[in-house]
């Protein structure tokens, strides 16, 4: 067991094949296989998608931003050209994947055309709308915070980071543009939250 714990490929491997087995299992509920056991799926994507994005953005705001002051110059290196540029890998690609899910999701569920306009498709009734209002904030924040990773936080981490060469004055710059957005997707990312679980819990 130690040896297949050792090895992270081998252990995702693993926990997916245990995943696909509850997720078939599940296909024996009620539902079978149909549209709501899909829906069912779009979300486990959605959500494992989302805790890896989000996961990652605590970690840069909570851990290393605020550390990397207090680490000597010469073992600065080490974040910037090794454990930097992996997260941000994984950081990117799950900000795409937990947003394509989500609106696979709420297409899935028939809300996507409400929550993007805010109940207003189709008329908004007050009261009976207001889930689609809460629902669509927070795929709003989500979208926001999604275009803030792919066009402000990776093109600057890119340069503060020396993938892209630029000059010292323009890596700083960088830098400072790409702490400043990741910041604005922490501030987001709580409301964002809110609007997410509450609304699961009360409309869904």
């Not at 899910?101 to 055309?113: D, F």
């Not at 915070?145 to 981490?157: D, E, K, R, S, T």
Request: hydrophobic share 55%.
């Amino acid at each position: 067991m130690a040896g297949l714990l050792s090895n992270f490929r081998n252990t995702i491997i693993l926990s997916v094949i245990l995943a696909l087995v509850m997720a078939f299992g599940f296909g024996h509920s009620p539902h079978g296989f149909d549209d709501a056991y899909f829906s069912a799926v779009f979300r486990v994507m959605h959500v494992f998608f989302g805790i890896l994005w989000i996961g990652l953005l605590y970690y840069f705001n909570f851990v290393q931003i605020r550390v990397m002051p207090q680490i000597p110059a010469e073992l600065k290196p080490a974040i910037s050209k090794y454990i930097a540029p992996e997260a941000l890998f994984w950081f990117r690609w799950a900000a795409l994947a937990t947003w394509v899910m989500g609106v696979i999701l709420a297409y899935s569920r028939g809300y996507l055309g409400e929550a993007a306009t805010l109940g207003l498709w189709g008329g908004y009734t007050p009261g009976s709308d207001m889930g689609f209002v809460f629902i669509g904030v927070g795929m709003w924040l989500a979208t926001i915070m999604f275009l803030n990773v792919w066009g402000v936080i990776w093109p600057n981490q890119k340069r503060a980071l020396g993938i892209v060469v630029v000059d010292d004055a323009a890596k700083a710059k960088a830098a400072r543009m790409a702490m400043l957005f990741s910041r604005i997707n922490t501030l987001l990312s709580i409301p964002m939250l809110v609007c997410m679980t509450m609304y699961q819990t009360l409309f869904g």
